[in-house]
């Protein structure tokens, strides 16, 4: 089977597919979201999905067989407490993870509740419209320790060879305060030239540590004052292995740039 390439998305500010007056703060994000199917070598067997919005005291795979909606927002319509993505959940590839990660000596917990937060639901209410493909959600660790993440990746990696797509969904700029900010704009554009750069690194050992060593970057603490939302990348990078990373796309979102990268496309 054709390896799988991996993605770290940055899915944007609450519900806002399913808000008029949100959706044209994210043209692109909607146009590639809907493209990446395409991107693919073949439809994936099965997700799992690693979003910011999912932190437990330990690694947590979700084992529901059929997910329940996550509305983790406050203050929208109404109608967006309705949404539904009814994409089926997989007992038997939640195993799988939590088996890969006990291989590799990280403790995982089971969540047989656990349904899809607006991290996995949004992107992938773009990405697979018809909810057609299994999804298992996979909670990051509350000690946002980079290391531990980066290994965690690492233990997801033969699921790339197994017609798995693993996707962290996060962003690359996540301060509340922040936003729609002029002075914004300029801390996370150097912020954002340190993260391309790792990125890009054509050496995974490299490129490792320029994450492990992200508090370093140009406004770090300014752009996350709490790395929740940087944290799935982190995991997508493990699962990288030597496959090299690139830019998606980025988009500007009341004035600060949202990035998304791929790793191992074809």
């Not at 690694?59 to 967006?80: H, K, L, Q, W």
């Not at 994409?87 to 089971?110: I, N, T």
């Not at 697979?128 to 997801?156: C, W």
């Not at 990348?233 to 009341?254: C, D, P, R």
């Amino acid at each position: 089977m054709t390896r799988m390439p991996v993605y770290f998305v940055s899915h944007g500010g609450g519900p806002w597919p399913f808000v008029d007056g949100m959706r044209g703060l994210y043209v692109k994000t909607e146009a590639e979201f809907r493209a990446l199917s395409k991107r693919l070598p073949t439809k994936p067997t099965a997700i799992v999905a690693i979003s910011g919005h999912w932190e437990e005291s330990e690694f947590t795979v979700s084992t529901a067989a059929n997910p329940s909606m996550v509305y983790d927002y406050y203050g929208f319509p109404e109608n967006t407490y309705r949404v539904k993505y009814p994409a089926p959940g997989s007992p038997s590839v939640a195993a799988r993870v939590k088996a890969l990660l006990s291989d590799h000596g990280l403790a995982v917990r089971e969540s047989g509740h656990r349904g899809f937060d607006h991290g996995t639901f949004v992107p992938l209410s773009l990405m697979f419209p018809n909810a057609d493909v299994p999804v298992v959600s996979l909670s990051m660790k509350r000690t946002y320790n980079v290391a531990e993440h980066i290994r965690m990746g690492q233990a997801l990696a033969p699921l790339r060879n197994e017609g798995v797509l693993i996707i962290g969904s996060g962003l690359t700029y996540h301060n509340m305060s922040g936003f729609g900010r002029a002075e914004s704009t300029r801390i996370a554009e150097g912020f954002q030239g340190y993260l391309n750069n790792a990125v890009e690194q054509t050496d995974s050992a490299v490129r490792e540590h320029a994450l492990l060593n992200w508090e370093s970057a140009p406004g770090a603490r300014l752009v996350h004052p709490q790395e929740d939302h940087l944290i799935p990348l982190m995991v997508v990078a493990g699962a990288a292995g030597e496959s090299i990373g690139k830019t998606m796309f980025t988009e500007y979102v009341m004035k600060v740039p949202m990035t998304s990268y791929e790793f191992g496309a074809l």
